[in-house]
């Protein structure tokens, strides 16, 4: 069976395209969809190809969007005085950070959509976590359910009778489960990039969520992280 | 009130959002988003922007995407031996034809809530239509019904109980009943471009479903069109 996963280069899709991979018996056929969306950095691209190399991926899209026109998050602006937020208390902060980039998971799941009705693909996987995450809405089980019902309306696919399947392999693991499912599969995760922001020299800052979380992930699965070795 | 009118430089979207304007008595801000998806030509638009000046829009992003990418549709596509279609009987088609693009409607009602989301937004309005039209999965209401519903999951603004409300002021309207409220709100459809497939004069095919629907109702409505003068 055909399906698509969102890779980001980050360790969360890299680890949900595995397991979908490892559970689906028949084998799966992976097509993955990167979206260059205007984040900060270019590193989070050339991971995303070095993950798709590595899961053995039979095609690799890559789309350019630039959500900069949009607006409204920390993650996607370059002014000054604009900042990814540092040193939050990851653990228990509940509000949602201006790391939030406005609809973008929608719009990611709408652009592999309609690839996955073009290739026949019955599956988008992707790579959301409700439990070690930073709040966005749009990682929730109740937002991937409302997708999918969209989908079934959406589509000439859908229309014809075909479902479209959301699969989120890592929604109700913590981040230590994630990390521990993906060493079992003998993942390469000195492969990912996590960093929000990282410096000139390609370094994680170590200090913004997404650095937090992964430290957190790793301390609490006993492992080290290789990007850290 | 602020609003969203996704604008193509098409008839429907400018009578969409004329018609959302003249509906709201305390006056609508309107916020003109185009997107650019690799149709097969430019002269979308540039209509967009004529449109968009003639209805007094306050801001008009033009976000490009490259649909092309993606593939199958024949509006998105220039390789030989996929046109097109011409001379269908527009009036009793039931198919999908080859013209749809895979979840146009759902990417572009994803960046139009994004951009809801960050400039505070309450309003989408779109102009698809469900009567006089080539038969779109996405154009039918059941389909605006579930994306409001994702809507509301899928931001921060609708987490902290806002509402974005899609307004599809042409839904139920034949081609006709479209222009006749267009021609009395002043409109001049003379702006406007809908030819899936000009020529290189860019004058309009005259044969493409949508020259053939735009010409059933501008025959319907008793008027003349202006582009055809």
Same mark, same amino acid.
């Given at each position: ?8 280069? @980050? ?36 991971? =995303? ?14 789309? =350019? &969007? ?5 607006? @409204? ?22 509000? &949602? ?5 406005? %609809? ?67 929604? %109700?693991?913590?981040? %230590? ?25 390609? %370094? ?26």
């Amino acid at each position: 069976m055909r399906a698509i996963v969102l890779l980001s280069g @980050g360790l969360d899709s890299y680890t949900a395209a595995a397991i979908a991979k490892a559970d689906d018996p028949g084998g799966l056929d992976l097509y993955a969809l990167t979206i260059s969306y205007g984040q900060r950095h270019a590193q989070e691209l050339e991971a =995303a190809r070095r993950v798709a190399c590595a899961l053995g991926i039979s095609r690799h899209l890559e789309l =350019a &969007i630039d959500l900069r026109a949009i607006g @409204g998050s920390s993650l996607t602006s370059n002014a000054p005085g604009v900042d990814v937020p540092r040193d939050r208390d990851v653990a228990s902060a509940s509000d &949602i950070p201006s790391t939030y980039v406005p %609809a973008r998971n929608t719009i990611f799941l709408s652009l592999a959509l309609g690839w996955a009705e073009v290739v026949g693909a019955g599956d988008i996987v992707i790579g959301v976590n409700a439990l070690d995450y930073s709040g966005y809405p749009d990682c929730r089980p109740e937002f991937i359910r409302a997708f999918e019902a969209l989908a079934a309306l959406a589509t000439r696919a859908g229309v014809e009778g075909a479902r479209i399947r959301v699969r989120t392999p890592l929604i %109700a693991l913590s981040k %230590a489960d994630i990390i521990r499912r993906g060493l079992a599969l003998g993942l390469d995760y000195g492969l990912t990039h996590s960093c929000y922001d990282p410096g000139a020299s390609g %370094a994680p800052c170590g200090r913004c969520d997404s650095c937090l979380l992964r430290a957190k992930g790793f301390a609490e699965a006993g492992a080290v992280d290789p990007l850290l070795r």
